[in-house]
């Protein structure tokens, strides 16, 4: 090689290195300030992090609170201690310094254990809550010590009412795993964060929730506390109002007593429902702080469905509850007011012979005293010739089969039979024992306690007044209902009568001069006694097992003359065993607490001992007496958290509890088919004489 082409090699080499030292350094030049720029943000907040520690703050639910601005659900300060499972280093250590600092029993550790076996991961874990300044500040100071553990100092949810207010606003809980997998919202796995589980609490999750705050903390490489940093505050959710009576909503809630039932109390003037009690419930607070799994298992067994909210989910037959709005339909197709029909105790019809609840007979009766004296032959008589189909109408006009605008997801609207509605579900034509049945509220009739009292309501006031539980969505300016007020005015002095004047009703009769109940009592068989239970003297319903006794029901208003208060009562399987326990009775008690409080308390004072106490004191007794009989099961099994527990209204013992109930009416409906129907032994009614 020569020495020219030697040298022009070299230089050849020498400008594609250097060609590519200027490439890499243009490339380094620029991821340089790529870093430097462009990802400036990024890296400083990755520095950031790695010196600040920054949480989400659960924000402060809006109360829940009644017409008055009394809380139903407020919040109070709570320090509590959580474990998020993913992050737990050395859990035996851990548990056991826990165990020291916040001064465990030995029944809460088999808990603690129990739920970090069954949680998800990511999920918090409740070590203990409600805890003082002194023990909280003990695990706060430690927490070096304690990877995995989240102190947090935030609000709870509290229910001043305990179980009366159960039913109504639900209750808060930890989100689900499925629910966090579902969002990935970061503030579902917050310890201490809770949202709406069941009923208004639910319903109203985006109105009570709030916004998230977030603390910011600076911490050594070892998680040391260094500092507190600024923090943004949460915003507390906005508060709901209820046209609800917190003090009403209580005393019906007592009023009621051992019984199985519900109360529904409304203004006449505007449709606000003042009360809407469901008993025997649960304590919200209990279902808020983590039920037990022995709890839970308490409440599914037992058969008065505490966990029902039966205002809504609870179908019933209403019995003779209905007559009054018979009569209204009777009035307005033409059937005169004081047009007899005589009662001889039974009346046949084709093969079929059907009684009255009065063996012996009313004797001759026109419409007031057929509402009075609740007679069965006057209304087998009158809709035998009007066919039902011209009742029906009316009875949905007056709110049956309805469903309403309230924040409720659970109702269940019942049924207003006609001919083409029994074509539709049993490909069966209408029958005239199917008329006689609905005529006493019957067969294939069923409401809910909700819709009797809008009944009761409408009947009341003559308008078509729409129930609202939201002071903001009042529904005012009811129209007038399609009836002539003489025609109203006749049903109203026979429901006058019922209670006043001799009839069924006189139990309800209020002691405040000048103010007067007017209603009508029902009662509503749930099977047919046997042949072999008569002859062995198996009648009443006190001995009968709970579930085969007759519901007794109550619907009405007062002042009987100027109307401002209706009410519904609906007992299950109370069966008019017990007088103070029955539906005039209560209705009655309810009622004077709006116009004379003092009287209506001294009468619960009276009464209340004799039946084991106060709500709480009874169903303390009665959680003693179930872990007692469940033989004492382990431990880690029974105090463990329970995790499959769904919202109470949806729970699987209340699904089996209503399709039962349901099943029974049309087993009991449907054995028109053979010629035994309830019309033919009478209306169950209770006959006061």
């Not at 705050?213 to 600076?218: A, D, I, N, P, S």
């Not at 702080?289 to 058969?303: A, P, Q, V």
């Not at 729970?651 to 009416?665: F, K, T, W, Y």
Request: charged letters at 20%; a neutral charge.
């Amino acid at each position: 090689m020569t020495e020219a082409a030697q040298s022009f090699s070299f230089s050849r080499r020498a400008v594609l290195l250097g060609a590519g030292q200027g490439v890499f350094g243009l490339a380094l030049a620029g991821r340089m300030a790529w870093l430097a720029i462009a990802e400036n943000e990024h890296y400083t907040n990755l520095s950031e992090s790695n010196r600040v520690n920054m949480t989400l703050v659960p924000p402060r639910r809006g109360w829940i609170v009644d017409r008055h601005g009394a809380p139903i659900a407020n919040n109070r300060t709570d320090f509590r201690v959580d474990i998020i499972p993913d992050r737990l280093e050395d859990k035996d250590r851990v548990l056991a310094l826990l165990r020291d600092l916040l001064k465990l029993q030995p029944e809460e550790m088999d808990r603690l254990v129990a739920d970090l076996a069954h949680a998800a991961g990511f999920q918090p874990v409740q070590v203990a809550e409600n805890l003082d300044w002194e023990r909280f500040a003990a695990v706060s100071v430690r927490l070096p010590e304690l990877p995995g553990v989240a102190p947090t100092r935030g609000f709870s949810r509290s229910y001043p009412g305990g179980a009366a207010v159960a039913h109504l606003t639900g209750y808060v809980g930890a989100a689900s795993a499925e629910q966090y997998k579902e969002t990935r919202d970061p503030l579902m796995v917050t310890p201490g964060f809770k949202l709406g589980k069941d009923g208004l609490e639910k319903t109203l999750e985006k109105t009570l929730r709030g916004v998230a705050g977030q603390k910011r903390v600076e911490v050594t490489a070892r998680g040391k506390l260094v500092a507190e940093l600024a923090t943004r505050p949460d915003q507390p959710g906005q508060n709901a109002r209820l046209t609800i009576d917190a003090g009403l909503q209580e005393y019906a809630a007592r009023r009621l007593g051992t019984q199985s039932g519900s109360v529904v109390v409304i203004d006449c003037t505007n449709g606000e429902m003042l009360a809407m009690v469901s008993m025997p419930a649960y304590d919200p607070n209990a279902f808020s702080d983590g039920i037990s799994h022995l709890e839970w298992k308490m409440l599914s067994d037992n058969d008065h469905v505490p966990l029902m909210n039966k205002v809504l989910q609870g179908l019933y037959p209403p019995g003779s509850t209905v007559k009054p709005m018979n009569g209204l339909a009777l009035l307005g197709a033409g059937v005169p007011a004081s047009e007899r029909v005589f009662c001889s105790g039974a009346l046949r019809v084709g093969t079929g012979v059907f009684h009255c609840h009065l063996k012996r007979g009313h004797g001759a009766l026109d419409l007031k005293n057929a509402i009075m004296q609740s007679c069965d032959i006057y209304f087998y008589e009158m809709v035998r010739r009007l066919g039902y189909d011209h009742v029906a109408p009316v009875a949905r006009s007056l709110g049956l089969g309805q469903k309403f605008d309230i924040p409720f997801r659970s109702q269940r609207y019942g049924t207003v039979p006609d001919a083409a509605w029994k074509l539709r579900r049993y490909k069966q034509s209408w029958t005239v024992a199917d008329s006689l049945n609905a005529s006493i509220g019957q067969g294939y009739v069923l409401a809910n306690p909700l819709q009797l009292a809008v009944m009761a309501a409408r009947l009341a006031s003559g308008r078509a007044l729409q129930p609202s539980l939201l002071t903001g969505h009042v529904h005012a300016d009811a129209p007038a209902l399609a009836v002539q007020p003489d025609h109203l005015r006749t049903v109203h002095e026979a429901m006058w009568g019922v209670v006043n004047g001799g009839g069924t009703g006189g139990a309800a009769k209020m002691l405040i001069p000048g103010v007067a109940l007017a209603g009508k009592t029902g009662t509503a068989q749930v099977r047919r006694i046997t042949m072999a239970e008569r002859a062995g003297g198996v009648l009443k319903n006190g001995q009968l097992p709970f579930k085969m006794r007759d519901h007794a029901l109550f619907q009405g208003f007062a002042p009987h003359d100027n109307p401002r208060y209706a009410i519904a009562v609906v007992l299950e399987h109370g069966g008019h065993t017990v007088r103070n326990l029955d539906t005039p009775a209560i209705a009655r008690d309810i009622m004077t607490w709006l116009f004379d409080r003092d009287r209506a308390l001294a009468s619960l004072a009276e009464s209340e001992p004799t039946w084991g106490g106060d709500i709480r004191t009874r169903m303390a007794a009665e959680s003693a007496a179930y872990r007692a009989a469940a033989n004492a099961p382990p431990p880690a099994i029974g105090a463990q958290t329970e995790r499959n527990a769904t919202a109470p209204t949806d729970a699987p013992a209340v699904r089996a509890a209503a399709d039962a109930d349901v099943a029974a009416a049309e087993a009991l409906a449907n054995s028109a088919a053979s010629g035994r129907t309830v019309a033919e032994d009478g209306s169950p009614e209770h006959d006061p004489r």
